[in-house]
């Protein structure tokens, strides 16, 4: 068996040791398709919502971020058609053993590939999570969890033209959870019921909607790039008409060859005017855009979607690598600097020499001062747990980029040892040129 046959039960086993992603609510059995992540998985996720806000959203003029809430009326998921067919998978259920079934992705729709049972009739499965919200018998109203970010960006777009007089084009952008009740969730993070997105809505006017598909279409790629998932890996697929959503007339999907085979990792798709046209029907307020002096008109939009659990996969799979280093075989996150949870972990050479601890405290609290008003979120690790080398192979294990260690040497000429994750190699810095060294490294 190669690396690649057994790299995602390698992966899973890698994360929950050094507290990555968790099972949700573990110590009661768990609930399937529902993770936690831990302290390094949560500063992951967090590094790599920072840099997609800051690449899409911040430094743009035309993108305006919202923060909407994860509820919404049955009306709104009504007007966009999420509760008729157009938002259903096939399921078939098994008639001994009751489980249930994604019908298009089985082979064998007969026989229960868990029992041997026998498969029932394939029907269609409502993934939308409702709910009853309301306090008093008869008051209560349905409404749903967010299938997906789009539909808050839709509702708001009046909002935003009322408050920030926008000129066309430009972007409505949010990060945030949405919710699917799957039918089979599988392979670790990849399909679960509970995930974060990261997606904008971008505004155009109808005849632009092709030259601004293959802007964003160039920018995905660019992003791609940027968090270090592999390109080799990554293949666009051109969506056909009879296999794209309801709303979209153009769909294009960025697959990833994940361990356990080629997925979506993001979509493009273009959304024409679709849902505004069919909010300003249902709810009464117009939703047209206008210029001074110009007729009004509905925008089409262009819709680049990103889902972060798998984003944080790809990072994790294209980052996996097993060498040797010294003689010894190694694993360790070769993330990109700006993405790795910890940048710089600080290492007294022996826990039991208190003049090597001073001093490497000192080192490791001036970093943290320097790094405080710092634009990147920059974790840094005091590690004194264990010989050298077990420090050495665990910040390798959760892809500390840099190690720092503070040896008796230091303590008469203000020098340290810098070691690098990818190669093992070291060099003598003084202390004074530290935080500027790291800072070039990992910006």
Not at 357 to 371: C, E, G, I, P
């Given at each position: 068996?190669?690396?690649?046959?057994?790299?995602?039960?390698k992966?899973?086993?890698?994360c929950?040791r050094?507290?990555?992603v968790?099972?949700?609510?573990?110590?009661?059995?768990?609930l399937?398709?529902?993770?936690?992540?831990g302290?390094l998985g949560s500063?992951?996720?967090?590094?790599?919502?920072?840099?997609?806000?800051?690449?899409?959203?911040?430094?743009?003029?035309?993108?305006?971020g919202?923060?909407?809430?994860?509820?919404?009326?049955?009306?709104?998921?009504?007007?966009?058609?999420h509760?008729?067919?157009g938002?259903t998978?096939?399921?078939?259920e098994?008639?001994k053993?009751?489980?249930r079934f994604?019908?298009?992705?089985?082979?064998?729709?007969?026989?229960?590939?868990?029992?041997?049972?026998k498969?029932?009739?394939?029907?269609?499965?409502?993934?939308?999570?409702?709910?009853?919200?309301g306090s008093?018998?008869?008051?209560?109203?349905?409404a749903?969890?967010?299938g997906?970010?789009?539909?808050?960006m839709?509702v708001?777009?009046?909002?935003?033209l009322?408050?920030?007089?926008?000129?066309?084009p430009?972007?409505?952008?949010?990060?945030g959870?949405?919710?699917?009740?799957?039918?089979?969730?599988?392979?670790?993070?990849?399909?679960?019921r509970e995930w974060?997105?990261?997606?904008?809505?971008?505004f155009?006017?109808?005849d632009?909607?092709?030259k601004?598909?293959?802007?964003?279409?160039?920018?995905?790629?660019?992003w791609?790039?940027?968090v270090?998932?592999?390109?080799t890996?990554?293949?666009?697929?051109?969506?056909?008409?009879?296999?794209?959503?309801?709303?979209?007339?153009?769909?294009?999907?960025?697959?990833?060859?994940?361990?356990f085979?080629r997925?979506?990792?993001?979509?493009?798709?273009?959304?024409?005017?679709?849902?505004?046209?069919?909010?300003?029907e249902s709810?009464?307020?117009?939703?047209s855009?206008r210029?001074?002096?110009?007729?009004?008109?509905?925008p089409?939009?262009?819709?680049?979607?990103?889902?972060?659990?798998?984003?944080?996969?790809a990072?994790?799979e294209s980052?996996y690598?097993?060498?040797?280093?010294?003689?010894?075989?190694?694993?360790?996150?070769?993330?990109?600097?700006?993405?790795?949870?910890i940048?710089?972990?600080?290492?007294?050479l022996?826990?039991?020499?208190?003049?090597?601890?001073?001093?490497?405290r000192?080192?490791?609290?001036?970093l943290?001062?320097?790094?405080?008003?710092?634009h990147?979120?920059?974790?840094?690790?005091?590690?004194?747990?264990?010989?050298?080398?077990?420090?050495?192979?665990?910040?390798?294990?959760?892809?500390?980029?840099?190690?720092?260690?503070?040896d008796?040497d230091?303590?008469?000429?203000?020098a340290?040892?810098?070691?690098?994750?990818?190669t093992?190699?070291?060099e003598?810095?003084?202390?004074?040129?530290?935080?500027?060294?790291i800072?070039?490294?990992i910006a």
């Amino acid at each position: 068996m190669n690396m690649e046959d057994n790299k995602l039960e390698k992966l899973v086993a890698l994360c929950k040791r050094r507290g990555f992603v968790f099972q949700g609510s573990e110590i009661y059995g768990g609930l399937a398709g529902i993770y936690d992540y831990g302290h390094l998985g949560s500063i992951l996720s967090h590094n790599i919502k920072q840099l997609w806000w800051q690449k899409f959203v911040l430094s743009r003029e035309n993108m305006y971020g919202i923060e909407a809430s994860s509820m919404m009326p049955e009306s709104v998921w009504r007007a966009s058609g999420h509760l008729g067919e157009g938002f259903t998978d096939p399921m078939i259920e098994c008639t001994k053993c009751k489980r249930r079934f994604r019908a298009d992705h089985l082979e064998n729709k007969e026989k229960c590939s868990e029992c041997g049972g026998k498969l029932g009739a394939e029907k269609k499965f409502n993934t939308m999570f409702p709910l009853t919200v309301g306090s008093t018998e008869g008051s209560a109203n349905t409404a749903y969890l967010r299938g997906e970010l789009a539909q808050a960006m839709f509702v708001n777009f009046k909002n935003i033209l009322d408050t920030e007089r926008p000129k066309i084009p430009f972007g409505i952008a949010q990060i945030g959870r949405a919710y699917r009740n799957e039918i089979a969730v599988r392979d670790f993070i990849f399909r679960v019921r509970e995930w974060n997105l990261a997606e904008f809505e971008y505004f155009i006017r109808a005849d632009e909607w092709e030259k601004t598909f293959e802007m964003w279409r160039r920018e995905m790629w660019s992003w791609i790039e940027e968090v270090g998932i592999d390109k080799t890996k990554v293949h666009e697929l051109e969506v056909a008409p009879e296999d794209r959503a309801h709303y979209s007339k153009r769909t294009v999907d960025f697959e990833y060859d994940f361990t356990f085979g080629r997925k979506e990792l993001y979509g493009l798709a273009y959304r024409t005017d679709f849902d505004l046209k069919n909010h300003s029907e249902s709810s009464g307020v117009d939703m047209s855009y206008r210029e001074e002096g110009k007729e009004k008109f509905i925008p089409h939009v262009i819709e680049p979607t990103f889902g972060l659990g798998r984003t944080m996969l790809a990072i994790l799979e294209s980052a996996y690598t097993e060498d040797e280093l010294g003689g010894e075989k190694r694993v360790y996150l070769r993330l990109a600097p700006k993405l790795a949870p910890i940048k710089v972990a600080v290492f007294p050479l022996l826990k039991n020499k208190s003049e090597l601890v001073t001093k490497a405290r000192d080192v490791y609290q001036a970093l943290k001062s320097t790094f405080a008003i710092s634009h990147l979120p920059f974790h840094i690790a005091f590690d004194d747990n264990g010989n050298i080398g077990k420090r050495y192979r665990r910040q390798d294990e959760i892809g500390t980029p840099y190690c720092v260690t503070i040896d008796f040497d230091t303590l008469e000429d203000n020098a340290v040892t810098v070691r690098d994750r990818d190669t093992g190699n070291q060099e003598r810095l003084p202390i004074a040129e530290l935080a500027n060294y790291i800072k070039s490294k990992i910006a």
